[in-house]
C-alpha cells in the first residue's frame, strides 16, 4: 500500500494489512469515506467481488492506486490552466 500514504485524505495503519477492507458474510468490500464538501462526508462500501483476503488486498491496492493517478490528473489540469498572476505595473 506504498501509493496510498501518498495520498494526502487517506489513513493507513501499517500494522494493519487488512486496513479500509471490511468482510460482509464472506465477500470483501472496500470501505472509506469521502468529504464532499468541508462540511459533510460521505462513507463509501464497495464490493470487491472475492472471498479471498488476498485478492481483496490486490484490488484494494489497485483502487487506491487508480485514485492517487486520477489526483494526480486532476492537480495537474488545474496548474496547467491556472492563470497566472499578473503583474503590478508602476505607475
Known sequence: ???VTNLPG??????????????????????????PTPFTKERIRRSLGTKDLTVARE????FFTHLASEAAKAAAHVTATATPMRKAFAA
Not at 487517506?10 to 468529504?35: K, M, Q, S
Not at 484490488?59 to 489497485?62: F, G, L, N, Y
Open 59 to 62: 484490488r484494494r491496492d489497485s
Open 1 to 3: 500500500m506504498n501509493t
Open 10 to 35: 487517506i489513513r493507513v495503519r501499517a500494522e494493519n494489512e487488512n486496513h479500509h477492507l471490511w468482510n460482509n458474510h464472506g465477500t470483501w468490500f472496500l470501505h472509506y469515506t469521502v468529504h
